[in-house]
Every structure is written in C-alpha cells, then in structure tokens.
C-alpha cells in the first residue's frame, strides 16, 4: 500500500520492541465479539491511482460542469472566474497540510493570512472587526442570531422573506433545538415587507440578505436605526461577496453583525461546499463572537508576530460555557478568498463588481424581450427574478435536455411555491453568446 | 580556506556557527513577509479585467460605494507573499505532526487531483439533479462504506466539520426523544476525558452537562456511570479509543446500562483511525457516531479547516436525520431537500455537504480498500505503541497496557526540573517536530498526547524518539534555562499571548487611521 512506510521486517522489530507477537495482541482491550478477524468481506482491496482515477472520473464525466455549458445559476453560489495562482498557492503542501496554527512558532504563515483575512473582511462588510471564518454562509447567518440572543438576552428574530430559504432552515433548525423563537416571513420576491412591525421588546435581531434572494438590492439605513430604538440588532446576510465591490456596505448602513458566503472569491462551486463563511461585527461585540480570531502581538525578541487569541470563548478552554461548539473554521477557503482578494486589489475588485452588474444589465434588457417573461425586480446586483408563463423548473429541466443551465426555479427553494418564479444570475463569466442562446431557448419552449 | 580550480572557494567557510544579525532582519531562507496592506501601490492589480462600459445603473436607492480599501499588488509580489508566509508554516509535508486525537496523516495528491476534476470542482448545488447524477452517486458510494465500515443503518453527509457532526447527532437523539414523549430527559453524561466541543455541543442544545469521573484505568469507571443513571437521562457521549489512547473495555456493559436506562449512546468519531476496518461501532452499540473525514479519511487539514464530519445512526436514530439526503427512484438518484418522512429534524447548513471533502475521502478509501484500511489502523497502533514502548523508561506513561493509535504520558518525570510540558514542546519544535497535543486530556497532570499515524516511517519514528529522549534526559540534568528559551531557531520565538488578549488588535488600520485613534 503506497501510502504506508512500514516494511515487514519493521513492524517484526518493533513488535519485539513492544514485547508481543502481534498487532492483534495490541487490540486486546477491544471486546472479542468486536474484533473482525482480517480485512472486511463484500469490499473492494487496494487500488492503484490508475484505477481510482478511472472510478471517480467516470461518476465526474456524468455531470455537466456549470464552464461547460451557458450557466446562469446562483443562489448562494456563483461562478466567477479563480485566477490560476490561487489554487496554486493553495495548494502548497505548508499550507494544506497544516493543522490548526496552536503552535504560533512555526504556523506564522497560516496566521497572517488569517490575520489579512480578518481585515479584508471587516474592509469589505464595512465593519469594525472579522472573525478567522465560519462553515459557511448559512451557519454564520445561524450563529449571528445567536450572538444576538446573547447579547440583547432576548430571544425572538425576526427573518426576511428575502433570505436564502437554506439560511432561514439552518436557522430555524438551531431554534428548533437550541430553544429560541425565529419568526421567518413568507418569500417576498416583489417586496414590500414591513418588518419594523414585527419588532417589540422580545426582538433580539432583524434578518435582512442585500441583495436578497431574489435579487433586490436596498438600503437599510432606516431598518437599523429603527432596531437600535428598539434595542434590537440588524443582521445583514449577504451571499454573493462581489456585490461589495459595488454596494454601499452593510456597516455604512448601520448594521451591528454581518453574516456572509464568502465563495464567490478564490472558491470553486464544488456541488455546495467546502465554502467559506463571513463574520464581521461592531467592535464593541468582540468578546460574544463565535469562532477563531487571530491577533497582533510581539514575540520574546520584540518582533510583530500573530496568535490565536480570545479563545476563552472556545470550546477547547471553557467546554460547556463556551460561546459555540465550533472547532474548525474554513481555514484553506479563507485562504482561497483572500489571495484572489489579494490578486484583485481595490482596482480589481471594484471593477469585477461593476462587471457583474454590468452583465446582469444586459441578461435583463435580453430577457425583457423574450415573450412571456417578466422582470420582477427593479433593482439588483448580478442576479434577478423574471415569471414565466410556464412552471419554471420544468423550463429549466428543458433547457438543461439542450445543456443551458437556465437558473434556479424560485420552487426548487421554496418547498413548491412560486412554480413560475425563474432567479437567474450574470457574473463576469457570461458571454454574449452565452445570453443568445438563453434567450433564443427561451423564447422556443416558452 | 582552499580554493578550487577556477579560484572558487571550495570549503565550507568560517566555523563560528553563531546566528548573524542581518541588514534586513531575513535569515537565509526565513524571509520577514510584511502585511499585504503594507505593499499597497493604489491603482496596481494582480488581475486584468476588460473595462467596463458605460451603463444605467440598476441599484436602486443603494448608493454605489466610493471606496473598499483593498491594498494593490501586481501577480508576483502576491505569488511571493504567500509563497514566504507558506514558508513559515510546519506542516505533514514537512515532518512528523504527533498531535493527539488529531490524526495528522499524510494527505494525498491524488485526492485533490480528483477534486479537482471540472465534473466535481465546476458543478453548481442548484442546477437541476438530472445534470449532477454522477455526484449524487458519488455521495451515494462514500455513504456505503461509512456505513459498511461502522456497520450502522444510515449515514447524514451534511455536517461541515466533526464539531458540527456531533451537533447532528445530538439533535437525532433530541428529536427521537420528542418523537417518544420523552423531552424531559435533558442529562447528558459526558467522561471528563471528552473533548471540550462534547459537553460544549450537549450544552448549547440545553441538555445539561453531567461529568463522569475516569477509573484508575484511564477508562470510565462504569460504576460511577451506572450510578448517575436515571429517567432524566437523555444519553451518554463517550470517545472511543478514548482521549487517553485507551480502548473502553466495558463499552458493551456503558451501551447496555444507557440503554437499559432509555438513554442513547453517542459516540465522538475521533479516534476512530485506530479501529477503521477492525472493529466495527454497531457491535459495541453506538446509536450515532462522527466521522471526522479530514481524521480518519486525510482530507487535508488546511491550517483550520475545511472539515467534514458524517454522522452514522443506529436503525433505532435512523429516522431523525437532518436533510437533504440521497434516495433513489425510478428517475435515478434525487435528494430529499425537505422533509418527506416527516421525522427529519431540518437542516444544518446551506446545500449538500462538504462535497469537495467527499471526492477526496472516497478517493482514499478506494487507494486503500479493506486490505489497506485493515493494514492501515493496524500499523497507526502498532506505530504509537512502539513510541510508548520506545519511551516509557525516560517519561511517564499515564495507564498501563497497550494502547491504541496514540500514546499518553504527564509530566511526572518533569518533577522537581522546572522544566514544563509547554517547554518539552518548544524544545521539540528545534529539533524539526511539531509538538504533540499538550495538557489534554484533563485527567492527566501535564498531559503529552503523541499520535503518529500509520503514514510515518519507522526511522522517522526513531528519530523523534531520540529527540525526545535526549530533552527528557536533560530536562533531568536541570538544564531549564534552555528550554526557557525554547524554541530558537523558527521565524519567531515564544508570542506574548497575555498582551495579544488583553488588548486585542484583530486587523490592520491604516497608519493615518491609527494614528488619529491614538489620540
């Protein structure tokens, strides 16, 4: 087996080190009922990387991949461009096969990036401070809820219709279990919700997502100071982490926590994961963050270096009083994020956004014109919402027959409602002939 | 100094090995890296993008922004950045990594070749399931062997990471609790070995925490178990091989006694390296367990991240699983996005699971098959054994007997030196190893966790033995000033971690900024 350096005349000498005849003697403590006498039966032995690469491609080659084929889905995930040096970089060994930096003498690397990271992501939500990263977007939203139940000690939200339905589950999920109340609106894709309504003493946050689901983007300047008169807290979700490099941010409109899917940058599809997740907050809530944060000191000589700090909030040190279960961050993601972040620069970034909406622009006026569609939003970043005549997963199941990947059926999200809801996203990705041959399939099922 | 033919110096130079102060503060390849912002040129970029044009806006009343704040750097200064900071890291590729319960195995190249591939990597959770059959057959082949491997009845993929995993099993028992009446069972038993996320993940579910003491065997002492037993007792979380290293010998009569009491039994997935392909979880009765992928399975660790942590549940949890899950019907293989049985508990996260985690698992496992994984926990035992026995007549090894894939000592032959457990490890970081996993468990005094893994050579093993021997041997002669010092030789020495938490600076501020806020 080529991942395994002992010979047989090793494992001979160092059980006679040991003092036993066997390795099955060093098992002795496992019940005899328990112990199976050799390699498990109706399973497969080793293979060579020929075979498995046979193996794993052939269940590859059954899936259509979204650069293969005009693509114009999103939701929460989003195909961008990732510059070749970044899974470049990534993939150095020192990077990928590093643990958790416990050791700041020799994981400084691992620690300046997370320490780059933190302030790129407080620089782009507008924020005070970040945390090292999340599982992903909809946890981040989830725990962002429960920082604000910890520190309004209230426990009611109150979710927009516009967030992603995945976010409102996972949230509702902890509530469910964790013993809170989360109110979720029904899906609003025109709008118009009165949340502010909803808010009275028991309301610990205010869930928004900019742009939502749907694709609207807003301003919640209002919406947070009404929640700061309330002495409640406005979380502000976002999925789609370019909208920034265009987007009045959430901390200029005022929002105490934002919780954020970070895979747009650095990050492949990867059919929903690994990706990486958001955090940034006001200064002042520091201490009731979840999650690793990295931290400036000096070392004995006197030189900058970085560490894990604040870790009395984590599991490892306060157990059953620590602020969250979580471990693991989404260390390599972050990283990822942050070196195409890096590659991008303002100029890079700001231009990227404007790209995207600038796409977006031009699928929406080519969508107007197809007979039977309608544009539902009057505002959006890189993703919109349009009816169809049709129920609209199966146009989509149609389009995909002649291999466009046509969007996300507001269905597919919503357990069923909103049959002849159609999201669709632009990114710097699609061509024009990607939007004529939308545009042309459309306009032949419809 | 002898010269050769052309001239050139040929020897080695001066013999004063003392390490120089250079002009610039790099020491040979150990480079000084600044922060990113601080090689800001504005209006610089890394990435070429084509100019926008001129357009109506659709933003609505939403302000374009003025200014992000994202420092400029062209392609090689940022492939250099990391490429330095990369250079500052330890890592598996490149030494012995014996951190307990950590599992630090070799992660292979093929695996993220695999992952790699366009029909994995450049596929979209959302786009529709007849475009993505091949990766729901492939969630559907690594959900046959983790339960062929456990020999449970159902498998979740959907948990990130094994923190998150236990958090799913934990709602299982929740919601099977519920679904029989039975919500006012909230104690939790959890060993005082567990890791800190067990009684962490029992509490945040408002199950309250009741810990149970260790035997003198490092195990759990069943009678005290038994003893806390009750009609309010919701189940148990127990480790096994457990955090001492340690097989739990009576883990069928605590199974017996949790379930003759109501109770489930939710075992931490850990350590399960040291019994993949031996031993199968459902014989020793386990009601949901915990993979920990990036462990047992070598997706690679990432410096924090991303992990994955599948839960396997018993016929009896089968039921109250989170979604989405794979079924298949007539069309092929679909998943269950919402709840159809009616007893799945809801979700955990966005999407399907850390998929890019399974490709690379199950490219493991199939590189191994049950010959190697058989071979594989056999010599991962085997290996920490011999460190244990290699070890044992210059430190202090905690129980007696063998044990499983890891070893444990605590620092009663640090006794009367001065010298600590933090300072082995930093004398150890010298010598080119990583330390191993320190003052866990709890139930030792100075606890040093060693787990080699099956992936480390036998001359590797012996070298760190000898590095470890000779620290012991001096820590003994009194030499505590050295290892005070410890470590020396890395890109930076001992960080003052008081100063970092008293008075946290948790990014950069523009100098000007910073400035202003000093005033």
């Not at chain 1, 195409?340 to 699928?363: D, M, P, Y």
């Amino acid at each position: 087996m080529r991942y395994l350096p002992l010979t047989e005349a090793d494992r001979h000498d160092m059980l006679a080190a040991i003092g036993v005849s066997s390795v099955d003697e060093l098992f002795r403590d496992v019940p005899q009922a328990a112990r199976i006498p050799g390699p498990i039966g109706g399973l497969p032995n080793f293979a060579g990387e020929l075979e498995v690469e046979r193996t794993l491609a052939s269940m590859a080659g059954k899936n259509i991949a979204v650069g293969s084929v005009p693509s114009f889905v999103g939701c929460g995930a989003y195909k961008h461009h990732v510059p070749a040096t970044v899974d470049y970089m990534v993939q150095r060994g020192e990077f990928l096969t590093a643990y958790t930096p416990y050791q700041p003498e020799i994981s400084q690397g691992t620690l300046q990036v997370l320490f780059e990271f933190q302030t790129q992501v407080a620089l782009l939500t507008g924020m005070d401070v970040a945390n090292a990263s999340m599982y992903d977007g909809a946890t981040a939203c989830a725990e962002a809820v429960m920082m604000a139940n910890r520190l309004t000690r209230r426990k009611k939200a109150i979710l927009s219709g516009g967030l992603h339905p995945h976010y409102r589950d996972t949230t509702t999920t902890d509530a469910r279990f964790i013993g809170f109340e989360a109110v979720a609106m029904p899906p609003a894709p025109r709008g118009g919700e009165d949340l502010m309504a909803l808010v009275d003493e028991n309301t610990s946050c205010v869930v928004v997502q900019n742009p939502d689901v749907f694709g609207h983007v807003r301003d919640y300047t209002a919406l947070a100071q009404m929640c700061q008169a309330k002495g409640a807290l406005l979380i502000v979700v976002v999925t789609e982490a370019v909208s920034l490099g265009l987007l009045t941010p959430p901390g200029e409109m005022g929002a105490d926590i934002v919780a954020a899917e970070g895979q747009s940058l650095g990050n492949a599809l990867n059919f929903g994961g690994p990706y990486v997740g958001l955090f940034a907050v006001k200064e002042k809530y520091v201490r009731q963050m979840p999650g690793r944060l990295c931290g400036q000191t000096v070392d004995a000589d006197g030189r900058r270096g970085f560490v894990l700090t604040l870790s009395t909030r984590e599991q490892h040190i306060r157990r059953e009083k620590a602020t969250s279960n979580i471990c693991t961050n989404a260390g390599l993601c972050a990283l990822a994020f942050s070196i195409h972040l890096s590659l991008l620069g303002e100029e890079g970034f700001t231009r990227l956004a404007r790209i995207n909406h600038h796409k977006a622009v031009q699928l929406a006026d080519r969508l107007s014109g197809v007979k039977g569609v309608e544009l539902v939003n009057d505002s959006f970043f890189n993703e919109f919402t349009v009816t169809l005549p049709r129920d609209a997963a199966e146009v989509v199941e149609e389009l995909a027959q002649r291999r466009i990947l046509a969007g996300v059926p507001a269905s597919r999200l919503f357990a069923g409602a909103l049959k002849d809801h159609l999201i669709l996203a632009a990114t710097e990705t699609t061509t024009d002939s990607d939007m004529d041959a939308l545009t042309k399939a459309l306009s032949e099922v419809l | 100094m002898s010269m050769n033919s052309q001239g050139r110096p040929s020897g080695t130079g001066s013999a004063d090995s003392a390490i120089p102060e250079t002009v610039t503060g790099n020491r040979g390849l150990q480079i000084e890296e600044p922060l990113i912002f601080e090689q800001d040129s504005p209006g610089r970029t890394g990435v070429d993008l084509p100019v926008v044009p001129a357009m109506q806006m659709r933003l609505g009343t939403v302000k374009p922004r003025a200014r992000v704040g994202l420092p400029g750097l062209s392609e090689p200064q940022v492939v250099r950045h990391y490429t330095r900071l990369s250079q500052k890291n330890y890592s598996i590729d490149t030494g012995l990594y014996p951190l307990g319960s950590c599992t630090m195995k070799h992660n292979p190249r093929l695996n993220e070749k695999m992952a790699r591939l366009p029909g994995f990597a450049d596929v979209h959770p959302l786009q529709p399931e007849s475009t993505v059959q091949g990766a729901l057959e492939l969630m559907n082949e690594l959900a046959r062997w983790l339960t062929a491997l456990t020999g449970m009845a159902a498998v979740t993929l959907a948990p990130a990471a094994g923190a998150h995993g236990e958090m799913a099993g934990m709602m299982a028992i929740r919601a099977a609790l519920e679904h029989r009446g039975e919500a006012g069972r909230t104690r939790v038993l959890v060993p005082e070995s567990a890791h800190g996320t067990n009684p962490a993940t029992a509490a945040a579910l408002g199950f309250s925490v009741d810990p149970i003491p260790a035997g003198p065997d490092g195990r759990v002492d069943l009678d005290a178990m038994t003893a806390k037993l009750g009609p309010d007792v919701a189940g148990i979380m127990l480790t096994n091989p457990n955090t001492c290293g340690l097989f739990e010998r009576d883990i069928r009569a605590i199974a017996d006694a949790i379930h003759g009491a109501g109770g489930y039994f939710y075992c931490d997935g850990a350590n399960f390296n040291a019994i993949v392909g031996r031993v199968k979880p459902a014989d020793l009765g386990i009601d949901a367990m915990h993979i920990n992928l990036h462990k047992t399975f070598s997706t690679p660790h990432g410096g924090g991240g991303p992990g994955s942590g599948p839960v396997v549940f018993s016929a009896a949890l089968a039921p109250f699983v989170p979604v989405p899950y794979v079924v298949a019907d007539a069309g092929g293989l679909r998943l269950v996005e919402t709840a159809e049985q009616g007893t799945e508990f809801g979700r955990m996260k966005a999407f399907h699971g850390q998929m890019g985690m399974f490709v690379r698992a199950l490219a493991y496992i199939l590189s191994h098959g049950a010959d190697g994984l058989w071979q594989a926990s056999g010599d991962a035992v085997l290996n920490a054994n011999y460190v244990m026995a290699r070890l044992k007549d210059v430190m202090t090894p905690s129980f007696e007997g063998p044990c499983m894939h890891e070893c444990l000592f605590d620092d009663r032959f640090l006794k009367g030196t001065g010298v600590t457990t933090l300072d082995i490890a930093k004398a150890l970081i010298d010598e080119g190893f990583h330390p191993m996993t320190m003052y866990f468990p709890l139930v030792v005094h100075g606890a040093l966790l060693i787990e080699p893994t099956e992936t480390e050579s036998k001359a590797g093993l012996d070298q760190f033995i000898m590095a470890l021997k000779s620290l012991a041997v001096r820590a003994t002669e009194g030499d505590v000033a050295y290892f005070q010092g410890a470590p020396r030789l890395t890109p930076r020495r001992r960080l003052d971690e008081t100063a970092a938490a008293r008075k946290p600076i948790l990014r950069w501020t523009p100098p000007a900024e910073a400035a202003l806020a000093a005033e």
